[in-house]
Protein backbone atom coordinates (compact mmCIF):
# COMPACT_ATOMS: atom_id res chain seq x y z
CA UNK A 1 0.00 0.00 0.00
CA UNK A 2 3.02 2.85 0.77
CA UNK A 3 3.94 1.96 -2.43
CA UNK A 4 0.67 2.73 -4.34
CA UNK A 5 0.15 5.76 -1.80
CA UNK A 6 3.22 7.03 -3.33
CA UNK A 7 2.30 6.69 -6.92
CA UNK A 8 -1.10 8.51 -5.99
CA UNK A 9 1.02 11.07 -4.26
CA UNK A 10 3.38 11.90 -7.25
CA UNK A 11 -0.63 11.42 -9.81
CA UNK A 12 0.13 8.38 -11.03
CA UNK A 13 -2.84 6.17 -10.02
CA UNK A 14 -1.83 3.13 -11.96
CA UNK A 15 0.01 -0.04 -10.97
CA UNK A 16 2.66 0.24 -14.51
CA UNK A 17 4.24 3.24 -13.12
CA UNK A 18 5.74 1.63 -10.21
CA UNK A 19 8.41 0.91 -12.77
CA UNK A 20 9.40 4.58 -12.74
CA UNK A 21 9.99 3.75 -8.95
CA UNK A 22 11.49 1.06 -9.86
CA UNK A 23 14.21 2.84 -12.02
CA UNK A 24 15.19 4.89 -8.90
CA UNK A 25 15.00 2.34 -6.48
CA UNK A 26 17.15 3.25 -3.94
CA UNK A 27 16.33 7.32 -3.49
CA UNK A 28 12.65 5.90 -3.28
CA UNK A 29 12.96 3.18 -0.56
CA UNK A 30 14.88 5.77 1.28
CA UNK A 31 12.62 8.34 0.94
CA UNK A 32 9.73 6.30 1.73
CA UNK A 33 11.08 4.67 4.54
CA UNK A 34 11.33 0.79 2.99
CA UNK A 35 13.08 -1.98 3.76
CA UNK A 36 12.28 -3.58 0.63
CA UNK A 37 11.90 -3.29 -3.12
CA UNK A 38 8.75 -2.62 -4.93
CA UNK A 39 6.83 -5.02 -6.58
CA UNK A 40 6.52 -5.44 -10.13
CA UNK A 41 3.44 -4.11 -11.99
CA UNK A 42 1.43 -7.37 -11.60
CA UNK A 43 2.47 -8.32 -8.51
CA UNK A 44 1.02 -4.89 -6.71
CA UNK A 45 -2.23 -5.69 -8.84
CA UNK A 46 -1.82 -9.11 -7.23
CA UNK A 47 -1.42 -7.52 -3.64
CA UNK A 48 -4.10 -5.08 -4.31
CA UNK A 49 -6.92 -7.41 -5.04
CA UNK A 50 -5.83 -9.58 -2.54
CA UNK A 51 -6.48 -6.68 0.04
CA UNK A 52 -9.80 -5.86 -1.38
CA UNK A 53 -12.27 -4.57 1.13
CA UNK A 54 -10.50 -6.01 3.92
CA UNK A 55 -8.84 -2.95 5.33
CA UNK A 56 -11.50 -0.30 4.86
CA UNK A 57 -12.63 0.19 8.71
CA UNK A 58 -8.60 0.76 9.29
CA UNK A 59 -7.89 2.96 6.57
CA UNK A 60 -11.11 4.99 7.28
CA UNK A 61 -10.21 4.99 11.25
CA UNK A 62 -6.62 6.03 9.91
CA UNK A 63 -7.77 8.60 7.91
CA UNK A 64 -10.18 10.12 10.87
CA UNK A 65 -7.50 9.81 13.38
CA UNK A 66 -4.79 11.32 10.97
CA UNK A 67 -7.46 14.63 10.50
CA UNK A 68 -8.02 14.42 14.07
CA UNK A 69 -4.21 14.35 14.88
CA UNK A 70 -3.94 17.56 12.84
CA UNK A 71 -6.15 19.10 13.56
CA UNK A 72 -8.03 19.68 10.62
CA UNK A 73 -11.04 21.38 10.48
CA UNK A 74 -13.84 19.76 7.94
CA UNK A 75 -16.67 21.50 6.71
CA UNK A 76 -19.99 18.81 6.60
CA UNK A 77 -22.66 19.95 4.89
CA UNK A 78 -25.59 20.27 7.40
CA UNK A 79 -28.96 18.06 6.29
CA UNK A 80 -30.52 18.24 9.39
CA UNK A 81 -32.66 15.41 10.27
CA UNK A 82 -32.27 12.12 8.63
CA UNK A 83 -36.60 11.60 8.25
CA UNK A 84 -37.43 9.94 5.32
CA UNK A 85 -40.85 11.98 3.84
CA UNK A 86 -42.92 11.65 1.29
CA UNK A 87 -41.25 13.05 -1.96
CA UNK A 88 -41.74 16.22 -2.64
CA UNK A 89 -40.77 18.90 -5.12
CA UNK A 90 -38.76 21.90 -4.36
CA UNK A 91 -38.40 25.33 -6.97
CA UNK A 92 -36.56 28.03 -7.05
CA UNK A 93 -36.63 30.68 -9.37
CA UNK A 94 -34.18 33.13 -10.26
CA UNK A 95 -35.19 36.30 -12.23
CA UNK A 96 -32.83 38.43 -13.73
CA UNK A 97 -33.16 41.97 -15.47
CA UNK A 98 -29.48 42.47 -16.16
CA UNK A 99 -27.02 40.83 -18.12
CA UNK A 100 -23.79 39.99 -15.98
CA UNK A 101 -22.07 43.15 -17.73
CA UNK A 102 -24.89 45.64 -16.67
CA UNK A 103 -27.00 45.99 -20.11
CA UNK A 104 -30.79 45.71 -19.26
CA UNK A 105 -32.93 43.07 -20.47
CA UNK A 106 -36.52 44.01 -22.36
CA UNK A 107 -37.72 40.40 -21.35
CA UNK A 108 -36.57 39.01 -17.81
CA UNK A 109 -34.36 35.50 -17.61
CA UNK A 110 -36.21 33.11 -15.59
CA UNK A 111 -34.52 30.36 -14.57
CA UNK A 112 -36.93 27.28 -12.63
CA UNK A 113 -34.63 25.10 -11.03
CA UNK A 114 -37.10 22.12 -9.72
CA UNK A 115 -35.78 19.53 -6.94
CA UNK A 116 -37.33 15.78 -5.99
CA UNK A 117 -36.43 15.18 -2.49
CA UNK A 118 -37.19 12.90 0.30
CA UNK A 119 -35.15 14.85 2.76
CA UNK A 120 -36.70 15.67 5.88
CA UNK A 121 -35.43 19.53 5.60
CA UNK A 122 -36.52 22.93 5.12
CA UNK A 123 -36.90 24.20 1.29
CA UNK A 124 -34.62 27.01 2.09
CA UNK A 125 -32.16 23.70 2.96
CA UNK A 126 -32.24 21.77 -0.24
CA UNK A 127 -31.84 25.09 -2.32
CA UNK A 128 -28.34 25.72 -0.20
CA UNK A 129 -27.43 22.16 -0.28
CA UNK A 130 -28.15 22.22 -3.64
CA UNK A 131 -25.94 25.52 -4.49
CA UNK A 132 -23.05 23.93 -1.94
CA UNK A 133 -22.98 20.70 -4.48
CA UNK A 134 -20.24 23.06 -6.10
CA UNK A 135 -18.08 22.39 -3.48
CA UNK A 136 -18.19 18.74 -3.59
CA UNK A 137 -17.78 18.93 -7.55
CA UNK A 138 -14.45 20.90 -6.76
CA UNK A 139 -13.18 18.29 -3.91
CA UNK A 140 -13.76 15.37 -7.00
CA UNK A 141 -12.60 17.60 -9.90
CA UNK A 142 -9.24 17.86 -7.56
CA UNK A 143 -9.25 14.25 -7.19
CA UNK A 144 -9.46 13.25 -10.57
CA UNK A 145 -7.19 15.76 -12.23
CA UNK A 146 -4.72 16.57 -9.95
CA UNK A 147 -3.95 13.35 -8.46
CA UNK A 148 -4.55 11.72 -12.04
CA UNK A 149 -7.62 9.33 -11.03
CA UNK A 150 -9.45 9.73 -14.10
CA UNK A 151 -9.83 5.95 -14.62
CA UNK A 152 -9.45 3.53 -11.98
CA UNK A 153 -6.87 1.01 -12.39
CA UNK A 154 -8.33 -2.20 -11.99
CA UNK A 155 -11.17 -4.12 -13.40
CA UNK A 156 -12.37 -5.41 -10.23
CA UNK A 157 -14.84 -3.26 -8.11
CA UNK A 158 -12.98 -4.14 -4.57
CA UNK A 159 -9.58 -3.25 -5.83
CA UNK A 160 -10.92 -0.14 -7.33
CA UNK A 161 -12.54 0.79 -3.92
CA UNK A 162 -9.58 0.60 -2.18
CA UNK A 163 -7.72 2.60 -4.67
CA UNK A 164 -10.31 5.46 -4.05
CA UNK A 165 -9.93 4.99 -0.30
CA UNK A 166 -6.23 5.23 -0.65
CA UNK A 167 -6.46 8.23 -3.18
CA UNK A 168 -8.16 9.75 -0.10
CA UNK A 169 -5.50 9.48 2.33
CA UNK A 170 -2.81 10.65 -0.09
CA UNK A 171 -5.11 13.62 -0.93
CA UNK A 172 -5.34 14.05 2.56
CA UNK A 173 -1.61 13.86 3.42
CA UNK A 174 -1.18 16.32 0.53
CA UNK A 175 -3.69 18.95 1.78
CA UNK A 176 -1.79 18.77 5.06
CA UNK A 177 1.69 19.28 3.64
CA UNK A 178 0.20 22.50 1.64
CA UNK A 179 -1.55 23.95 4.82
Not at 40 to 55: F, G, P, V
Not at 82 to 93: P, T
Amino acid sequence: MATFIALLRMGKPDFEYVRELQNDAAYYQNALHLDKGFPSSAKLCQRMDEIENKLRVPLLDFNTDLLRKNEAQPTPLKIGEENVICNRIVCEMTERTSKADGQSLLIPDVQINVFWTNIGVSDEDIIALYHAHGECEQFHSEIKTDMGVERLPSGKFDTNELVLELTVLAYNFLRMIGQ
